[in-house]
C-alpha cells in the first residue's frame, strides 16, 4: 500500500471550512484513498474515500489531483465536534480491508 | 441498523493474568472482523482479522489470539498478560466487498 504524509497538526476556526491535505505520490493506479478520524478515546469513524474523481457525502468532500499524488478533505462547516485526528489512508480495495493508520492530522477547531 | 458492542469498556490486570475481550456485530452476516491495538501516543495496529468462522490471520507474533467461534462474534484473548500489552482495543467489521469499516467503542487495558 501507498505511503500517505499529513501535517502533524492543523487549526481551524469554528464555522470555517477545514481543509486537510494528504500527499501519497506513490500511490498506484488500483488505490483507493480513505479518510477516518478519531475522536479522543473512541474508534475511527469511516468519513469518505474515493479512487479519482471528487466525492461529497453529508460528512465532507474529497479533492483527489489529477495525477493522484495528492489529494484534500473538506469539512465545509468545521464544529467544534469535528476536532480529532484524521487520517488518510491509501489501499487496493480488494480482499479484506486492512488498514494501516499512520500518526494522521490532529485538527483543533476553536470558537 | 448495524450495531458493534464491546466489552468491557475498561479493565485493570495484573500481570500474568488471563485475558478475554468480546466484540459482537449486530444486524448483519458473514462479515470480516479485525482487532485493533492502539498504545500510548500511538497510531491504531491490526492484530487479527477473520473472514469467517473459525478463520483467524494473525498480522504481529505477540503474546495474543483471537478466536471467531460464531458469525458475529469475535474474541481476543491472552493466557498470560504483558506490560506491553496496555493500550487501547478496538474490535472492527466491514461487508465484504464494501469498502468502509466500522469500530467499536473499545476496551482500554491497563496492565499493572
Known amino acids: 500500500d501507498a505511503k500517505t504524509t499529513q501535517p502533524t497538526s492543523m487549526d481551524c476556526a469554528e464555522g470555517r471550512a477545514a481543509n486537510l491535505p494528504c500527499n501519497h505520490s506513490t500511490i498506484s493506479g488500483n488505490e483507493y484513498v480513505y479518510w477516518y478520524r478519531q475522536i479522543h478515546s473512541q474508534g475511527p469513524q469511516y468519513i469518505i474515500h474515493?479512487?479519482?474523481n471528487n466525492e461529497t457525502n453529508e460528512m465532507a468532500s474529497l479533492i483527489i489531483t489529477e495525477d493522484r499524488k495528492s489529494s484534500t478533505l473538506i469539512l465545509p462547516h468545521a464544529t467544534l465536534r469535528d476536532t480529532a485526528v484524521y487520517y488518510c489512508?491509501?489501499?487496493?480495495?480488494?480482499?479484506?480491508?486492512?488498514?494501516?493508520f499512520g500518526t494522521g492530522t490532529r485538527l483543533l477547531v476553536s470558537p | 441498523s448495524q450495531t458493534i458492542h464491546q466489552w468491557p469498556a475498561t479493565l485493570v490486570q495484573p500481570v500474568g493474568s488471563p485475558l478475554s475481550l468480546e466484540c459482537t456485530v449486530e444486524?448483519?452476516?458473514?462479515?470480516?472482523l479485525y482487532w485493533y491495538r492502539q498504545a500510548a501516543g500511538r497510531g491504531l495496529q491490526l492484530l487479527f482479522y477473520?473472514?469467517?468462522?473459525?478463520?483467524i490471520s494473525s498480522e504481529v507474533p505477540q503474546n495474543l489470539s483471537a478466536s471467531r467461534p460464531q458469525d458475529r462474534q469475535f474474541i481476543l484473548s491472552s493466557k498470560k498478560l504483558l506490560l506491553s500489552d496496555s493500550g487501547f482495543y478496538l474490535c472492527?467489521?466491514?461487508?465484504?466487498?464494501?469498502?468502509?469499516?466500522?469500530f467499536g467503542p473499545g476496551t482500554r487495558l491497563t496492565v499493572t
Open positions: 477473520s473472514v469467517g468462522i473459525g478463520q
Open positions: 444486524g448483519t452476516s458473514n462479515p470480516n
Open positions: 474515493g479512487l479519482k
Open positions: 472492527a467489521w466491514s461487508v465484504k466487498g464494501a469498502h468502509e469499516q466500522y
Open positions: 489512508i491509501v489501499r487496493v480495495a480488494v480482499g479484506f480491508q486492512k488498514l494501516v
